[in-house]
């Protein structure tokens, strides 16, 4: 059997720079006070030889882990299923990937799995924390906020209690909202129904009432909960369907609950644009490109989000601006 090198070590690296050991512990731990041409050999022998620094001995230097929890309070089945949380995740994995930093991913289910996060986020293992698609009267912020360590959350935060300063990032969910119930009104539509998202998120509370902001004091039959999934979709198309067969146009909380609402009109002998519109949120591509029609959305950055979230964390959020709302575009395909 082939015995496997030694690991070089940082006595190893000090010697074939000719600097002291603590010189080298500065320059790898990214400490000051060395000067130029120092940092430059040592640089050049850490390369030569090959040496990794040891993170768990780092860390107990430098008091960083270089890990942050992106912590996405729904079941596995959700996150998994949805392009939204694939799209935001890869966005916080460019960012921390380009800064040298490790995804540490957490799901919460239920209130076990909530105590069970608060006592990773305490117990010192990561730098911060990404949180989102929190619900209202969710406990994660509080046991965040007792484990003393910096986060940024995904949405505009449900409470107000004004006991801390709360930095996250958002998109312009009511004014997009407006925009694509304006939209349908411009083509003719007066019967312009609403199908929310769980209106325990503040996503789909804002979509709602920028919903309302157009169509002011609506008939309350015009407007069915869903939960951002295309079966809640089906399921509130079908409600509005049997209230309200005279509508006309259909504002979907998101890019799957529209797909889902698509698929009843379909049943139903709807023709789509021509009897009912649609309109989506999100402008997700696998989604919104393969539906039948192709489906006329609001666009969010998805991506850029969670780019902003981990770039916002990593510069130091608590010096950072307590709240970052990205600005939301109409797509016409031809649903409506």
Do not use: C
């Not at 998109?171 to 349908?184: C, E, K, T």
């Not at 023709?271 to 539906?291: C, H, K, N, S």
Request: charged fraction near 25%.
């Amino acid at each position: 059997m082939t015995e496997t090198a030694p690991r070089p070590t940082l006595e190893a690296v000090a010697a074939r720079a000719g600097v002291s050991r603590a010189t080298v512990s500065r320059v790898v731990n990214g400490g000051d006070g060395v000067r130029e041409p120092l940092v430059q050999r040592v640089r050049r022998a850490v390369e030569e030889l090959g040496y990794v620094p040891n993170q768990a001995a780092r860390s107990l230097v430098t008091r960083r882990h270089d890990a942050i929890a992106v912590v996405v309070a729904e079941p596995e089945t959700r996150v998994f299923a949805d392009p939204f949380f694939a799209l935001q995740l890869r966005g916080i994995s460019k960012e921390l990937t380009a800064h040298d930093n490790q995804l540490v991913l957490l799901l919460t289910e239920g209130r076990d799995d909530h105590a069970r996060v608060g006592r990773y986020l305490a117990g010192g293992h990561v730098d911060g924390a990404l949180v989102f698609s929190l619900h209202l009267n969710d406990p994660l912020p509080g046991l965040i906020q007792q484990a003393g360590i910096p986060a940024v959350f995904g949405g505009r935060p449900g409470w107000s209690d004004g006991s801390r300063d709360v930095v996250y990032v958002d998109s312009d969910n009511r004014g997009g909202a407006r925009d694509a119930v304006r939209h349908l009104v411009g083509l003719g539509r007066s019967r312009v129904a609403h199908i929310t998202g769980a209106l325990d998120q503040t996503s789909a509370a804002d979509r709602l009432e920028g919903f309302r902001d157009v169509m002011g004091d609506v008939d309350p039959g015009l407007i069915a909960e869903g939960d951002f999934t295309p079966a809640g979709g089906e399921r509130a198309m079908r409600q509005l369907l049997d209230r309200r067969p005279d509508l006309d146009a259909v504002f979907a909380a998101n890019d799957l609950t529209a797909s889902g609402a698509l698929r009843v009109l379909r049943e139903r002998g709807l023709r789509v644009p021509e009897d009912v519109a649609v309109i989506g949120f999100d402008d997700m591509l696998p989604v919104a490109e393969q539906t039948d029609p192709p489906l006329t959305t609001i666009r969010q950055d998805i991506e850029e989000m969670g780019r902003l979230m981990a770039r916002l964390l990593l510069r130091g959020a608590a010096d950072a601006a307590p709240g970052v709302v990205l600005p939301t575009t109409l797509v016409r395909r031809a649903s409506a």
